[in-house]
Nanobody, 119 residues
Framework: QVQLVESGGGLVQAGGSLRLSCAAS????????MGWFRQAPGKERELVAA????????YYTDAVKGRFTISRENGKNTVYLQMNSLKPEDTAVYYC????????????WGEGTQVTVSS
């Protein structure tokens, strides 16, 4: 079984920065493709950023392009989300997720961490 644990959430003023971290543990014998999702009150969960097994081919949703950066440590199933120029509309619960080895779909999920951006 794979467990994901997020950290780094909190309260920040508009225009500020925050870095989220996610570590995968358990029976992970290979690097996993991982991503960050978020869900704001009254809205559906959306994919914010993603990265492949080797740390390449990054993806960003249009709303965060140029402001957020996803990265990972080589040899470890640890992924980061650097968030700059934060806006109140970025307020949401952020979830770390990892794809299954065979299914190539997001299968493992963290519990989520709250990010609140004040105006």
């Amino acid at each position: 079984q794979v467990q994901l644990v997020e950290s780094g959430g909190g309260l920040v003023q508009a225009g500020g920065s925050l870095r989220l971290s996610c570590a995968a543990s358990g029976r992970t014998f290979t690097n996993l493709a991982m991503g960050w999702f978020r869900q704001a009150p009254g809205k559906e969960r959306e994919l914010v950023a993603a990265i492949n097994q080797s740390g390449g081919n990054p993806y960003y949703t249009d709303a965060v392009k140029g402001r957020f950066t996803i990265s990972r440590e080589n040899g470890k199933n640890t992924v980061y989300l650097q968030m700059n120029s934060l806006k109140p509309e970025d307020t949401a619960v952020y979830y770390c997720a990892a794809k299954g080895i065979v299914t190539r779909e997001y299968y493992y999920w963290g519990e989520g961490t709250q990010v609140t951006v004040s105006s």
